[in-house]
């Protein structure tokens, strides 16, 4: 049996998960980053400072499982771009190689963005998109991200990423959070977000502002705005705010699929995570979704890289 353990250190979440190559199963523990209410984030200092102070804490719940790992996967930067960096992940790299050096074990560098994907990709039971010869689409939604990325395999990176499309002004996860602080709710206010939107019977008809596949955002963010203001409920705004998301990633979609021709889409995500959202997408155009502990920010799928390049999956 090999254990192999995750690290992620993302701007949201303090997150590790060791994958068990016997039963295929991956354990995850995570602690969201302390945000004092009102805030919309956090600065990067804050960030590395919380999950320094997190990580023994979020490791200590897997202890049974996490000592002396085979190895150790670690995303040591937001995604595969070049120059590609956040302070944020610097915790999490020294924990896995000082890891790797007191236990002897090899530690696997990755990206957070292909964490992400390959946490979709295990959740849905989809890992053999990487041996796909044509790629696949992934959808990257979240607070840092709204891109759209044709996937290929690579000897070095286990994926090659290009970009098709992305958000031009606002991430997606930026959009929830604003409108969400706007009506109140803690951040990260995406679940609160999704439960005051059930609540609404009101249908929209939304036009999303997108040029060459590239959405614009931030009008939604000054119509919820303006909707507050003229008295709309908390539950028509919210709906509002998540529909138009939905249309922008729709809309996405299409041109991807243009451009990219007929091939699988994973989409990826804390945004992805958000039922009313996912559920329009699904019934639109199938896809591939991870469960919602594998879309929001976790290592599972930085634990899956390691054990994919150390042979066990």
């Given amino acids: 049996m090999s254990r192999i353990l995750g690290i992620d250190t993302s701007n949201y979440t303090t997150s590790c998960a060791v994958f068990d190559s016997d039963s295929g199963k991956i354990e995850q523990a995570k602690m969201l980053l ?35 790992p085979d190895a150790v996967g670690v995303s040591v930067k937001p995604c595969s771009a070049e120059n590609s960096y956040m302070p944020c992940f610097l915790p999490g790299k020294n924990a896995a190689y000082v890891i790797g050096m007191t236990t002897g074990c090899e530690v696997f560098e990755t990206s957070h963005q292909t964490g992400h994907i390959l946490a979709a990709l295990y959740s849905a039971d989809a890992l053999e998109l990487l041996r ?36 031009l002004d ?40 997108v040029r060459d596949g590239c959405c614009c955002l931030s009008g939604v963010e000054n119509i919820c705005e303006k909707m507050i203001s003229s008295g709309s409920t908390a539950s028509d705004t919210a709906k509002f705010c998540l529909d138009s998301i939905y249309e922008a990633i729709s809309a996405m979609t299409e041109f991807a699929l243009k451009k990219a021709g007929d091939i699988p889409v994973i989409y990826a995500g804390g945004v992805m995570s958000d039922k009313l959202i996912a559920d329009k997408l699904r019934r639109r155009y199938g896809g591939i979704f991870a469960e919602p502990e594998f879309s929001c920010d976790n290592a599972a799928g930085v634990a899956v890289f390691a054990a994919v390049r150390k042979g066990l999956l």
Avoid at 134 to 157: M, P, W
Avoid at 182 to 196: H, I, N, V
């Fill in 34 to 68: 302390p945000v004092r209410k009102g805030e919309k984030g956090l600065r990067q200092s804050d960030a590395v400072f919380h999950h320094t102070r997190q990580l023994s804490q979020v490791m200590a719940k897997l202890e049974k499982n996490c000592k002396m």
């Fill in 132 to 167: 796909n010869s044509k790629g696949f689409i992934a959808f990257h939604v979240s607070g840092g991200t709204t891109d759209v990325l044709y996937c290929r395999t690579s000897q070095n990176e286990l994926l090659e990423v290009e970009d098709i499309c992305h958000s």
């Fill in 170 to 209: 606002l991430k997606a996860g930026q959009l929830v959070d604003r409108v969400g602080l706007m009506l109140g709710l803690d951040f990260p206010c995406g679940k609160q977000l999704e439960k005051l939107a059930a609540a609404s019977e009101e249908e929209f008809h939304i036009k999303p502002t």
